[in-house]
């Protein structure tokens, strides 16, 4: 069965350290992966994603993404944390056959980003 | 980038009555557009896809008689919780994909039933 795991519930840094939010998927055929985040009262925004190409993905707000296909990974990173990265964040993934557009998605990961 | 608005942006009803949530694409269209619930701290659980000119797409457990969904137009789903009752209270959020799979969500309506 598809799926999207983040293994971690939260994950807390503190200001100017490097973070990282974990996703593994598991699914057949070649994945589109996703990774969205919500602040507190906030809609859901889009930060990147992973079709093809470089397994290196670049993303809004300083944030990066690298597709793992040996390791079905798409661990989330940047290199130095703001509080006001302080967010809920999700990991979501595509399959890329047929029009179906519907997204799997993991439970999400909160992030608290410590002053 | 893309914008989708929803309305309303909170409600609060008695048990019983039937509510409608808007979802509205401001600047593309949309064949397809997706009804998520959200409870707090928790993952979107995606109730139905919607679809322009044919019947919503339900996931399974979600009762398609309670949720109704109706895709009107290329920038407009509803989705109306018919005789809400307190544990229909949610979050819920719609989408609309643009380009390959990305996804572009509305803030959400907030339902609380008393």
């Not at chain 1, 200001?15 to 969205?36: A, D, H, I, M």
């Not at chain 1, 809609?43 to 793992?68: C, M, P, R």
């Not at chain 2, 979050?91 to 008393?114: D, H, K, M, W």
Request: glycine share 6%; hydrophobic share 35%; charged share 15%.
């Amino acid at each position: 069965a598809q799926s999207v795991a983040q293994p971690e519930d939260q994950v807390n840094v503190a200001e100017g350290n490097p973070l990282t939010v974990k996703c593994t998927y598991s699914v057949s055929g070649n994945p589109y992966l996703f990774w969205y985040v919500q602040y507190p009262n906030r809609g859901l925004q889009f930060l990147l994603k992973y079709i093809t190409g470089d397994n290196l993905v670049k993303g809004s707000y300083g944030f990066e993404a690298e597709f793992n296909k040996s390791q079905t990974s798409f661990h989330l990173k940047k290199p130095s944390a703001l509080v006001s990265d302080s967010a809920l964040y999700f990991c979501a993934v595509r399959l890329d056959a047929g029009n179906n557009r519907k997204l799997i998605w993991g439970l999400g990961t909160s992030l608290a980003v410590n002053p | 980038g893309a914008v989708v608005s929803q309305h309303p942006s909170w409600v609060i009803c008695k048990s019983g009555t039937s509510v409608k949530i808007e979802c509205r694409s401001l600047d593309f269209q949309a064949t397809t557009m997706f009804w998520y619930r959200q409870f707090p701290k928790q993952s979107l659980m995606l109730m139905a896809t919607s679809n322009e000119g044919s019947k919503a797409t339900y996931e399974q457990g979600v009762e398609k008689d309670k949720f109704l969904i109706n895709h009107a137009s290329l920038t407009l789903s509803t989705l109306t919780v018919t005789s809400a009752h307190p544990e229909d209270s949610s979050f819920y959020i719609c989408s609309a994909p643009r380009n390959i799979g990305e996804q572009f969500f509305g803030p959400g309506t907030r339902l609380t039933v008393l």
